[in-house]
């Protein structure tokens, strides 16, 4: 139920910079039959990741995973390409392919220096120069490298690697090998889509002068916590300060229920001592004083059962009076200070997302984005050490935004679309007075590519596409078009919902319309492009998509964000159907006789809610992992703070606050009688945030009520569908089960 959905990619397989054992895939040459986009046309599409620009601001190197359907696998490559100072600029490129010079298999690339590259293949670190020759292995690891990151002076690097865990699940015999069972002591022994017998941890190696490197101690060696933090965390979560002497990292030093009921995450400033035996010294950023992994002395108990809204805070030495989430620390350009990105309340992973600035000479503290009533996503220092730049959700668009030291916050872009991940591009990639950004942006008709931003004072002055990876397949089809509209909410509040309509749009006709159902709860509906919930599929078919901001989105202020939780089935299903009867009214071309309803994981939910009381609006509903029973829910999903905060209570306390009980009473299940319309239920084995026993479930009780129902069930997929055979069968019968009711 986390964001970041939509942001992020797991990679099936990898190749190896040797040898290949099976044939690399590479860019797609598909001829599509006609000009509407289908399944197998986004699959076959690359997909930009992350991407680092080389010291003197010249070119860029980038990661695009292709996906093969036919052997239901995937692997990365690498291109570099140049920058251009100026977007009228003709710079020549040698062994061009699309403007970019393929270097081969491989991952998360990083410069070196000018002109070496470092990447990941096969669970190692190598190098290469930016032809793709000179392939160097860096590690020697047996394949265990999960991640890296090189000081700048490029004498040490992080590498993250797993390290066994068995404080909650017991170790097996050693007599007895062949047996499969868990002895399990204590909550978090599996998390998201695996059992947790592991977690990560950094290690320090350095870099001798031919570039290999040797392993010198891990971080965290013998604590039971992870780094960076399980599910999605990744070397982001860690940073080196720039003479090379320290690291920042995240952890939540917690494990088993304490792990479970806390988003308690700090920021740890850790200095290696000369001697490499060992010992460093941690500092504690958020709660100074407090040694690593210890709690205070005393500190009030927290009562899982409880709602953590009103209990006591365990952190009295925190200065920020801040037990929330700390992640992502970054320093700035000349040392002085670390900046990261801060939640302020324990128990609730969709807090508004601060910038926090932390003056390392004094401990001073200072939030630089006050007044920016939603969140930071991402950001990056200045090079003055004064500024900086960020992301940011506003009115359902993710634009690019500045502040400072001082708190002073500037819009910069304002752009129908989503801004993804930025990093500062260097000042020979800007002409003399700018400020060049390197930035990844899409929408729901485009999806991720890669831009050069120059800012000028308070605007911007130029933006430069550099990369066109999937140009050759969106040149063949039709596009589509999309706009925004208010309506009025059932407690005269205005909402804001997206009109998507198909390619060859006629005005004049009907057509049959899907109101869409976000998930998170807290997820925004902004111009996101997924592979799976993709509008442009969804319109090439022939639908209208309707897609409401609703109650507990970000985006429109921290009231209407938290009018969510404990409210589950109030405003937000309120807003749903006023958008859908606005734009029934106001809206000619939609046909209220062919009205469906699908979403996912809270969206889910929000189907398994509406199949009750949606007084026969709609004629077919979708629902993928989404949440059915929520007594069942409360216990069986594995970050337990999720459910302590959305539902305020435990269902076994019989004196739960007001909002928790109505959250019970309103659980989709109970409302199974008054369900009278076709439903196809999605749901993965390997999802332990909506166990697969809630979609289940769901489609038993429709069909032991007689309903229309269809299951998808995949045994090996967990809150996503990530292999690609599975994505083609979910799409296919995504569209199949539409067309059976709406067409």
Same mark, same amino acid.
């Not at 850790?270 to 709690?295: H, I």
């Not at 927290?302 to 992640?327: C, F, H, M, W």
């Not at 209570?649 to 009980?661: I, L, M, Q, T, V």
């Given at each position: 139920?986390?964001?970041?959905?939509?942001?992020?990619?797991?990679?099936?397989?990898?190749?190896?910079?040797?040898?290949?054992?099976?044939?690399?895939?590479? *860019?797609?040459?598909?001829?599509?039959?006609?000009?509407?986009?289908?399944?197998?046309?986004?699959?076959?599409?690359? *997909?930009?990741?992350?991407?680092?620009?080389?010291?003197? !601001?010249?070119?860029?190197?980038?990661?695009?995973?292709?996906?093969?359907?036919?052997?239901?696998?995937?692997?990365?490559?690498?291109?570099?390409?140049?920058?251009?100072?100026?977007?009228?600029?003709?710079?020549?490129?040698?062994?061009?392919?699309?403007?970019?010079?393929?270097?081969?298999?491989?991952?998360?690339?990083?410069?070196?220096?000018?002109?070496?590259?470092?990447?990941?293949?096969?669970?190692?670190?190598?190098?290469?120069?930016?032809?793709?020759?000179?392939?160097?292995?860096?590690?020697?690891?047996?394949?265990?490298?999960?991640?890296?990151?090189?000081?700048?002076?490029?004498?040490?690097?992080?590498?993250?690697?797993?390290?066994?865990?068995?404080?909650?699940?017991?170790?097996?015999?050693? $007599?007895?090998?062949?047996?499969?069972?868990?002895?399990?002591?204590?909550?978090?022994?599996?998390?998201?889509?695996?059992?947790?017998?592991?977690?990560?941890?950094?290690?320090?190696?350095?870099?001798?002068?031919?570039?290999?490197?040797?392993?010198?101690?891990?971080?965290?060696?013998?604590?039971?916590?992870?780094?960076?933090?399980?599910?999605?965390?990744?070397?982001?979560?860690?940073?080196?300060?720039?003479?090379?002497?320290?690291?920042?990292?995240?952890?939540?030093?917690?494990?088993?229920? #304490?792990?479970?009921?806390?988003?308690?995450?700090?920021?740890?400033?850790?200095?290696?001592?000369?001697?490499?035996?060992?010992? !460093?010294?941690?500092?504690?950023?958020?709660?100074?004083?407090?040694?690593?992994?210890?709690?205070?002395?005393?500190?009030?108990?927290?009562?899982?059962?409880?709602?953590?809204?009103?209990?006591?805070?365990?952190?009295?030495?925190?200065?920020?009076?801040?037990?929330?989430?700390?992640?992502?620390?970054?320093?700035?350009? $000349?040392?002085?200070?670390?900046?990261?990105?801060?939640?302020?309340?324990?128990?609730?992973?969709? $807090?508004?997302?601060?910038?926090?600035?932390?003056?390392?000479?004094?401990?001073?503290?200072?939030?630089?984005?006050?007044?920016?009533?939603?969140?930071?996503?991402?950001?990056?220092?200045? #090079?003055?050490?004064?500024?900086?730049?960020?992301?940011?959700?506003?009115?359902?668009?993710?634009?690019?935004?500045?502040?400072?030291?001082?708190?002073?916050?500037?819009?910069?872009?304002?752009?129908?679309?989503?801004?993804?991940?930025?990093?500062?591009?260097?000042?020979?990639?800007?002409?003399?007075?700018?400020?060049?950004?390197?930035?990844?942006?899409?929408?729901?008709?485009?999806?991720? $590519?890669?831009?050069?931003?120059?800012?000028?004072?308070?605007?911007?002055?130029?933006?430069?596409?550099?990369?066109?990876?999937?140009?050759?397949?969106?040149?063949?089809?039709?596009?589509?078009?999309?706009?925004?509209?208010?309506?009025?909410?059932?407690?005269?509040?205005?909402?804001?919902?997206?009109?998507?309509?198909?390619?060859?749009?006629?005005?004049?006709?009907?057509?049959?319309?899907?109101?869409?159902?976000?998930?998170?709860?807290?997820?925004?509906?902004?111009?996101?492009?997924?592979?799976?919930?993709?509008?442009?599929?969804?319109?090439?078919?022939?639908?209208?998509?309707?897609?409401?901001?609703?109650?507990?989105?970000?985006?429109?202020?921290?009231?209407?964000?938290?009018?969510?939780?404990?409210?589950?089935?109030?405003?937000?299903?309120?807003?749903?159907?006023?958008?859908?009867?606005?734009?029934?009214?106001?809206?000619?071309?939609?046909?209220?006789?062919?009205?469906? #309803?699908?979403?996912?994981?809270?969206?889910?939910?929000?189907?398994?809610?509406? #199949?009750?009381?949606?007084?026969?609006?709609?004629?077919?509903?979708?629902?993928?992992?989404?949440?059915?029973?929520?007594?069942?829910?409360?216990?069986?999903?594995?970050?337990?703070?999720?459910?302590?905060?959305?539902?305020?209570?435990?269902?076994?306390?019989?004196?739960?606050?007001?909002?928790?009980?109505?959250?019970?009473?309103?659980?989709?299940?109970?409302?199974?009688?008054?369900?009278?319309?076709?439903?196809?239920?999605?749901?993965?084995?390997?999802?332990?945030?909506?166990?697969?026993?809630?979609?289940?479930?769901?489609?038993?009780?429709?069909?032991?009520?007689?309903?229309?129902?269809?299951?998808?069930?995949?045994?090996?997929?967990?809150?996503?569908?990530?292999?690609?055979?599975?994505?083609?069968?979910?799409?296919?019968?995504?569209?199949?089960?539409?067309?059976?009711?709406?067409?």
């Amino acid at each position: 139920m986390k964001r970041l959905a939509f942001f992020l990619l797991v990679i099936a397989s990898m190749s190896s910079c040797r040898k290949e054992q099976k044939p690399l895939i590479t *860019r797609s040459d598909i001829q599509l039959e006609s000009d509407v986009m289908t399944p197998e046309a986004l699959w076959a599409m690359g *997909r930009i990741g992350s991407y680092d620009v080389s010291p003197d !601001g010249s070119r860029v190197a980038y990661q695009v995973t292709y996906y093969s359907v036919e052997e239901n696998r995937s692997n990365t490559v690498i291109y570099v390409q140049n920058i251009p100072r100026r977007e009228q600029e003709i710079l020549p490129l040698l062994e061009d392919l699309e403007g970019a010079i393929f270097l081969g298999p491989g991952s998360d690339p990083v410069w070196l220096d000018d002109n070496k590259i470092a990447f990941a293949s096969k669970g190692e670190i190598w190098s290469m120069n930016a032809k793709g020759k000179s392939r160097k292995q860096l590690t020697k690891t047996d394949g265990n490298v999960e991640g890296f990151l090189f000081s700048p002076d490029k004498k040490k690097v992080i590498v993250i690697k797993s390290v066994p865990f068995h404080d909650i699940i017991k170790e097996k015999p050693a $007599d007895l090998p062949k047996a499969t069972g868990m002895v399990i002591t204590d909550l978090m022994y599996r998390h998201w889509d695996h059992y947790v017998e592991s977690i990560p941890h950094p290690f320090v190696y350095s870099v001798s002068g031919d570039g290999t490197t040797q392993e010198e101690f891990d971080i965290l060696e013998g604590q039971p916590f992870e780094c960076p933090m399980e599910p999605f965390g990744g070397i982001e979560q860690l940073a080196w300060s720039p003479d090379s002497k320290s690291i920042a990292f995240t952890c939540r030093t917690k494990t088993g229920l #304490a792990y479970s009921i806390s988003t308690d995450s700090d920021i740890f400033l850790f200095s290696p001592t000369p001697d490499p035996s060992r010992d !460093g010294v941690f500092t504690n950023l958020c709660k100074p004083g407090l040694a690593f992994g210890a709690s205070p002395a005393e500190a009030p108990t927290i009562d899982p059962t409880k709602s953590l809204r009103d209990q006591p805070v365990n952190a009295p030495e925190n200065l920020a009076n801040n037990p929330g989430y700390d992640t992502n620390p970054k320093f700035s350009p $000349d040392g002085r200070y670390l900046a990261w990105l801060s939640m302020e309340r324990d128990g609730y992973e969709s $807090d508004r997302q601060r910038l926090c600035v932390y003056e390392l000479a004094t401990g001073k503290k200072r939030y630089v984005t006050e007044s920016f009533d939603s969140n930071v996503d991402d950001f990056v220092w200045d #090079a003055d050490s004064y500024t900086l730049y960020y992301i940011g959700v506003w009115h359902a668009t993710e634009n690019l935004y500045r502040t400072n030291l001082d708190g002073q916050v500037t819009q910069l872009t304002n752009d129908q679309a989503d801004w993804g991940s930025l990093q500062m591009a260097a000042p020979q990639s800007s002409p003399e007075g700018d400020t060049a950004l390197l930035m990844e942006r899409h929408d729901y008709f485009h999806p991720a $590519d890669l831009y050069l931003v120059r800012v000028l004072g308070d605007s911007v002055a130029e933006v430069t596409q550099l990369t066109h990876e999937n140009d050759h397949i969106l040149s063949q089809l039709a596009p589509g078009s999309c706009e925004p509209r208010w309506c009025k909410t059932t407690d005269d509040k205005d909402l804001l919902y997206w009109v998507i309509k198909p390619p060859h749009f006629d005005p004049s006709k009907k057509y049959p319309t899907l109101l869409f159902c976000e998930g998170g709860p807290q997820s925004p509906v902004s111009q996101f492009w997924s592979y799976r919930w993709n509008f442009y599929i969804m319109a090439s078919q022939g639908y209208v998509i309707i897609a409401p901001n609703r109650r507990g989105l970000p985006g429109f202020g921290k009231e209407w964000l938290e009018e969510i939780s404990g409210d589950w089935t109030g405003h937000c299903m309120n807003d749903y159907l006023s958008a859908i009867d606005d734009a029934c009214d106001s809206l000619p071309y939609i046909d209220r006789d062919r009205l469906g #309803a699908v979403g996912a994981s809270f969206g889910g939910f929000s189907v398994y809610y509406l #199949a009750g009381h949606h007084n026969k609006r709609f004629k077919c509903f979708i629902a993928h992992d989404g949440a059915f029973n929520l007594e069942a829910m409360y216990t069986e999903t594995e970050e337990n703070w999720f459910s302590n905060w959305e539902y305020e209570d435990a269902y076994w306390n019989k004196d739960r606050s007001a909002n928790a009980d109505r959250t019970y009473r309103n659980s989709p299940h109970l409302f199974v009688d008054q369900w009278d319309t076709p439903i196809l239920c999605i749901h993965g084995e390997k999802d332990y945030r909506i166990n697969s026993t809630q979609g289940m479930s769901a489609f038993n009780a429709a069909r032991m009520k007689g309903i229309e129902a269809e299951l998808l069930l995949y045994p090996d997929e967990n809150h996503w569908v990530l292999k690609p055979q599975n994505g083609i069968l979910w799409q296919r019968t995504y569209f199949e089960w539409l067309a059976r009711w709406l067409k």
